[in-house]
């Protein structure tokens, strides 16, 4: 029996949404404060209503998802995966940078800022990934939103499996991988995850 062969959009279509899969399977990384959060409050002589209200900035991120839904609708799926996986580039990797002690504990309010920008930075890569496989499989929408959300849940356990089998000791490993692994799943999804226009008749 010959192959079948698809058109090329519907190719298309697929491999963006297994690279979809691939960036929720890593968008979970806002729900691990608490794998690092209690060398965050030995390093910074915090109590613990400060770490409360630092993990409350972590989750005050993800409110601003309204700014990555706006903008899906006027920048490529290139560019939102870009702004998040540089924002969490930049907000887990100030928090290495502090639990590493590669620099002096940050002031209270700069840490609150980098952990709204680590919050933050999953909406844009969820609203790239949901936008765009949503108008690429429009009969599906359902589904198709039903697996990528599926995966998103996943993440967390994978990043706290990873954590306790290799960082359990170490936070500040675990905090790089946090900052390095989305980063470099969204670079590779942005070169195969874009919105394919429907065939014309």
Do not use: H
Not at 28 to 34: D, E, H, I, V
Not at 75 to 82: E, G, S
Not at 143 to 150: A, D, E, N, Q, R
């Amino acid at each position: 029996m010959g192959s079948v062969k698809l058109p090329p959009s519907t190719a298309l279509k697929w491999v963006g949404f297994v690279s979809a899969v691939w960036v929720q399977a890593i968008s979970g990384n806002n729900y691990t404060f608490s794998n690092y959060s209690d060398a965050v409050k030995t390093l910074m002589n915090l109590t613990q209503l400060q770490l409360n209200n630092l993990s409350v900035a972590k989750d005050v991120g993800k409110a601003f998802g309204i700014l990555a839904g706006l903008a899906s609708d006027r920048f490529p799926t290139w560019l939102i995966l870009l702004i998040g996986s540089l924002e969490g580039l930049l907000g887990y990797g100030a928090q290495w940078l502090v639990v590493s002690q590669r620099i002096s504990p940050l002031p209270y309010w700069q840490m609150c800022i980098f952990l709204c920008m680590g919050g933050n930075s999953t909406t844009w890569m969820n609203t790239a990934v949901l936008v765009t496989c949503i108008r690429n499989f429009r009969r599906n929408r359902g589904p198709v939103s039903g697996i990528l959300k599926g995966y998103v849940g996943l993440s967390t356990a994978i990043f706290t499996d990873l954590c306790t089998a290799l960082f359990s000791d170490d936070p500040s490993s675990f905090l790089l991988m946090l900052a390095l692994v989305p980063f470099a799943v969204c670079l590779f999804a942005m070169f195969f995850l874009r919105e394919i226009p429907p065939p014309t008749a």
